[in-house]
């Protein structure tokens, strides 16, 4: 997702990732998730991290929604700077 804003080029990248952590004695844990990263003209400005559960409530799927439409209209310049990374 891109698009042109007041000449300064405002991109939003949706992508799944894992991301690990470490537990103590050498355990890993993995968590799925969704990565929004927000980029004005190439450099990374933002981002946003969306875990996903096995089985996700409503009030996540309702989350995940917030978070999509909060990043769409920070690309289409309707929101002035990019949300706190998370």
Do not use: F
């Amino acid at each position: 997702m891109t698009t042109e804003s007041t000449g300064t080029r405002r991109s939003v990248t949706v992508r799944l990732e894992r991301r690990c952590v470490r537990a103590g004695a050498g355990e890993v844990l993995a968590y799925p998730g969704i990565l929004l990263v927000r980029r004005v003209g190439g450099a990374q400005v933002g981002e946003t991290w969306l875990p996903l559960g096995a089985e996700p409530s409503e009030a996540d799927d309702e989350h995940l929604i917030r978070e999509l439409h909060e990043a769409l209209l920070w690309q289409s310049g309707r929101q002035a700077g990019p949300p706190l990374s998370s």
